[in-house]
């Protein structure tokens, strides 16, 4: 047994101490992920998904977004895929995955069938997420890079991880949940643009319950499946950086810098829109707009002239533009073939050009406004600064507000703070 997995799996069936952040935020992630499921039930991804498991049937063990109950499996592949349906989630930029739809569809299937409190739900959930992490730290960019895509592979382990903690497996049952994982994990980047990606995570999150139940009734894979020769990380082009995935474990937690989405569209482009949010940009005083961004994100969200809702969430001239003429850049109504129409949107747009900028990071974006009176004006954001913990709440909140109405989100945020059984935080799944 290689030491990277011994200490994973201790970490992951053990004791944890964990920060009063780190607790904000996990529930917080629960809030979010709940009102993004809710939002995507009527994706064409979810009807899909949902009509074939309700049609298989099998022991209602678990609640469905939108309604109705599947075995515990099915209800982690249809909740996984519908909540990462409008792409509106979670994300986390030190591996480049989105940490909540593969880990809390597996956490809330186990703890509802269990009859769990809503306190042991989240903490499991937090530690999957933050095991999804490590583990995508542990394989690397160079893994995303090739075409993996870390919310179905490194966010599997993230799913088997907090099922296995809530169906009570000690260190020595957690390292072959590990291992089986290790050989059902997948999700590629292909899929990006497809049905297929929202999908991804969904498998992620139904693998991980599989993994630990199998494991739970005695399964006995190669517990080192994970590491070694012919091991997950040595095929999937991983860098095996044990030091980096370990640096801090058990004392730092890296799920507290999880970024949540606050506006409807590809994460590349919400630096910009913060960017342009500090500026307080409103179409008649616009002259011109220049953004500049990390060269990465020149072949992913920089489609200059989208004539659709969807190609609008990939498109800095369309987003910027949208926001400058008051449409609500957090809902994802604000994203159709109508307002790419707009003959205003467009003769904005016209005004906007994007650079690439080696100099920003990743998660950074600056905006140089000239404004029609010739005074010139700049503003610069990175995702990956500190946000205060209640202006995180208060966004995350106003977010689920917006998606499910008010009185449901306030309801969750309750349940989540104060406790309760995750059978009823299950019931919140149903509009």
């Known amino acids: 047994m290689t030491d990277f997995t011994r200490t994973l799996s201790e970490f ?17 992630s629960a809030l979010d992920w709940l009102a993004v499921g809710r939002a995507g039930v009527n994706e064409q991804v979810s009807r899909i998904l949902r009509e074939m498991v309700l049609d298989e049937g099998g022991a209602g063990q678990a609640t469905l977004f939108g309604g109705g109950t599947a075995p515990m499996r099915a209800a982690a592949l249809v909740n996984g895929t519908v909540s990462h349906a409008l792409d509106y989630d979670d994300t986390h930029f030190a591996h480049i995955g989105h940490p909540s739809v593969a880990v809390f569809p597996a956490a809330l299937a186990v703890a509802e069938w269990q009859d ?24 690397g960019r160079g893994h995303y890079q090739v075409g993996f895509h870390q919310t179905a592979t490194a966010g599997a382990f993230g799913a088997a991880v907090a099922a296995a903690r809530l169906l009570g497996c000690d260190a020595a049952a957690m390292r072959r ?26 498998q992620a999150a139904s693998v991980g319950v599989e993994a630990a139940l199998l494991v739970q009734r005695g399964f006995a894979p190669n517990p080192d499946a994970l590491t070694g020769l012919f091991g997950f990380g040595a095929t999937h082009h991983g860098a095996d950086d044990t030091a980096t995935a370990l640096s801090g474990l058990g004392d730092e937690w890296l799920i507290e810098s999880v970024s949540h989405k606050f506006h409807a569209c590809c994460h590349g482009l919400h630096a910009a829109l913060e960017a342009a949010r500090d500026l307080d940009i409103a179409e008649p005083e616009v002259a011109e707009i220049k953004i500049r961004t990390h060269p990465r994100w020149m072949s992913v969200c920089n489609q200059t002239a989208p004539t659709t809702g969807l190609g609008a969430k990939f498109s800095y001239r369309t987003v910027i533009a949208m926001q400058a003429l ?29 650079e ?29 600064a500190p946000i205060s913990i209640s202006e995180r709440e208060d966004r995350v909140r106003d977010k ?28 919140r799944l149903v509009d």
């Open 116 to 139: 769990q409190p809503v306190v042991e739900l989240l903490e499991s959930a937090l530690v999957g997420m933050e095991l999804s992490i490590r583990i995508g730290l542990w394989l």
């Open 326 to 354: 008051g449409y609500d850049t957090a809902l994802p109504e604000s994203y159709t073939d109508k307002v790419c129409a707009d003959p205003r949107l467009q003769s904005l747009r016209d005004r906007i050009t994007v």
């Open 400 to 427: 689920a507000a917006k998606l499910i109405g008010a009185d449901d989100a306030d309801a969750i945020w309750s349940m989540l703070r104060t406790g309760g059984r995750a059978a009823d935080l299950a019931k």
């Open 12 to 28: 992951a069936a053990g004791p944890v101490k964990t920060t009063a952040r780190a607790r904000i935020v996990t529930s917080l």
């Open 177 to 202: 949940v590990l291992g089986l994982t290790a050989t059902r994990a997948a999700g590629l980047k292909a899929q990006f643009g497809t049905m297929g990606k929202p999908y991804n995570a969904g």
């Open 356 to 384: 690439a900028d080696e100099t920003l990071s990743e998660t950074e974006a600056r905006l140089l406004l000239l404004r029609r009176d010739g005074v010139r004006r700049e503003a610069t954001h990175d995702l990956a």
